[in-house]
């Protein structure tokens, strides 16, 4: 192949990479903006036709406070059932009941998330600092109140290292039983977000165990660094419930009453689903007629 002709079919190739990267752009845009990548509870709720008329994405409001968003509209032929997206971590503090002034809830899945109830009034200051550190600030669900939210990936981080080990959540009582009578280990997890996962410091003698506790550790540092940077704001937390996958690990939550003190874990297994229920229904009674049989707490 000539040198010309060479300088032709590399020009093409960039031409098309850009195309690609231009249509990549364009997608994620647009993903980004109809919060493509955003997890939510999905609500049904029936309405009468003017429920049609509705935009996507409208925000669905209590007391005037934003709790989630329209995601769908369909027509039954007598009405509109509209699917909702309620903010999940948002709509769990009710779910768990933990939707009082200074409790926290802290949810354990892939991504392990913080949400403090607190009251309004935060400095912009105070906001623009937490921020900084990772920590959004804005209203509840719960009415008349902010929440504080803060999210590390530590429950990736743990499913990394269990497979890594071989083992799986069926072997998750005896590593638990066995990482949680040792002392801390000398090795060390690195676990950065959205980078790679490190495992430093590993001596003679270390096995599985060690190397669980030490991601036990490393992954409630990460939530403790958002717990204490919303205490220094706000003051001392309430109480603390914990939920989430990962609040079935023993090791874990014994790990995190070492490090935070007294905890509960929730006593519902899908407590996004269910507070989205009660705000559905809390909805739904408010706006039902004052003879209707329906009754909602």
């Known amino acids: 192949m000539s040198s010309r002709a060479a300088t ?15 249509l990549l752009f364009v997608y994620l845009t647009y993903a980004i903006f109809t919060k493509k990548f ?3 509870v999905p609500v049904k709720l029936k309405t009468s036709s003017i429920g049609l008329q509705l935009p996507a994405l409208a925000d669905v409001k209590i007391r005037g406070l934003i709790v989630g968003d329209v995601r ?19 709509a769990a503090v009710i779910g768990a009941g933990a939707d ?17 109830t607190i009251a309004p009034g935060l400095s912009p200051l105070v906001v623009a600092e937490l921020a900084e550190a990772g920590i959004t600030t804005g209203w509840h669900a719960v009415a008349d109140h902010w929440c504080l939210l803060g999210a590390t990936q530590g429950g990736l981080a743990l499913q990394r290292i269990l497979a890594l080990l071989g083992k799986d959540t069926a072997d998750l009582p005896a590593l638990d039983a066995e990482a949680i009578t040792l002392s801390s280990p000398a090795v060390r997890v690195a676990a950065p977000p959205f980078g790679r996962l490190d495992i430093l410091g590993i001596a003679d003698g270390d096995g599985p165990a060690h190397l669980w506790r030490a991601a036990l550790e490393a992954v409630t540092d990460q939530a403790a660094e958002i717990h204490d940077a919303m205490s220094t704001v706000s003051g001392p937390h309430r109480s ?8 079935r690990s023993e090791g874990l939550i014994a790990v995190k009453r070492r490090r ?13 689903a269910r507070g989205a229920a009660l705000l559905a229904a809390r909805a739904a009674a408010a706006a039902a007629p004052a003879d209707s049989p329906m009754g909602v707490k």
């Open 8 to 22: 032709v079919a590399r020009h093409r190739v960039f031409g098309v990479a850009f195309l690609v990267l231009l």
């Open 38 to 40: 955003v997890d939510y």
């Open 72 to 90: 769908q509209i369909e027509s039954d032929g007598h009405g509109a059932v509209l699917t909702l997206a309620g903010h999940d971590h948002q």
């Open 100 to 116: 009082g002034p200074g409790d926290e809830l802290d949810s354990c899945g892939t991504a392990e998330a913080l949400v403090r």
């Open 240 to 247: 603390l419930v914990v939920t989430g996958g990962w609040s």
């Open 260 to 272: 935070f003190g007294e905890l509960e874990r929730a006593e519902v297994n899908e407590a996004g």
